[in-house]
């Protein structure tokens, strides 16, 4: 089976812009979660899709968004940049959400 | 408050050498998972191990094995034969409760480094 698959892997934007990340599950995984990877905060956990709606969320601004499509792809929406946000997305998706959740390759975000 | 502690520096290991990371937690549920994940460079997360709070054996995969001591809310990670690959970052986690919540709560990671 193939992995789980983030694009793009690298991106590089201003202030103020706005940014969609995509996120393909394994086949046949419906749960895909995303968390936010920085030096200073670790590794956090952004919200988690199962069926096309949310089920969990983390503690982040209503800036961080994202949506489940009915073939399991996920995407993220990060709208009005900041400089903290740069930071490694990393997707990770599991079966129902309760077995173990495998991970993307992840997408580096560089916000100027 | 802080569930997963990491708290051990960078650890050093000689190729062919076993070698144990530190993992402790705290929760109040009954029901829960701990994993352990690596991350190399790259920056992927690859997921090791898996121990559930019911299972009474310790988990192995391969050259991994999870020492899980419940009652002292520990779940170290244990690498034998090491391999220069095995230099990476090593992260614990726990889902809480299972079945309930697939959130995972990190802990900051250790950096392990095999000598040749």
């Known amino acids: 089976k193939a992995g789980v698959t983030q694009t793009p892997r690298y991106l590089i934007k201003t202030r103020g812009q706005q940014v969609t990340l995509s996120c393909s599950p394994i086949s046949g995984h419906r749960s895909v979660s995303w968390y936010q990877q920085t030096p200073g905060q670790g590794l956090q956990f952004l919200f988690e899709y199962f069926s096309e709606t949310q089920r969990n969320k983390g503690n982040f601004p209503g800036r961080f968004s994202g949506r489940q499509f009915s073939n399991s792809r996920s995407e993220m929406n990060v709208s009005t940049l900041e400089l903290g946000d740069s930071a490694l997305y990393l997707c990770a998706s599991s079966s129902n959400g309760q077995e173990t959740q495998y991970f993307g390759p992840g997408t580096r975000l560089l916000v100027l | 408050a802080q569930k997963i502690t990491q708290t051990q520096p960078g650890m050093f290991v000689q190729e062919k050498e076993a070698v144990t990371l530190d993992c402790t937690y705290d929760t109040s549920d009954q029901s829960y998972g701990l994993f352990w994940y690596k991350q190399p460079s790259s920056g992927e997360m690859i997921f090791l191990i898996y121990?559930?709070?019911?299972?009474?054996q310790n988990a192995t995969e391969g050259r991994y094995s999870l020492n899980f001591q419940k009652a002292r809310k520990s779940a170290n990670l244990v690498i034998s034969a090491s391999q220069l690959g095995d230099s990476a970052m090593y992260f614990c986690a726990m889902r809480e409760p299972t079945g309930a919540n697939s959130k995972l709560t990190f802990g900051k990671g250790i950096t392990l480094s095999v000598r040749p």
């Open positions: 121990q559930g709070s019911y299972d009474e």
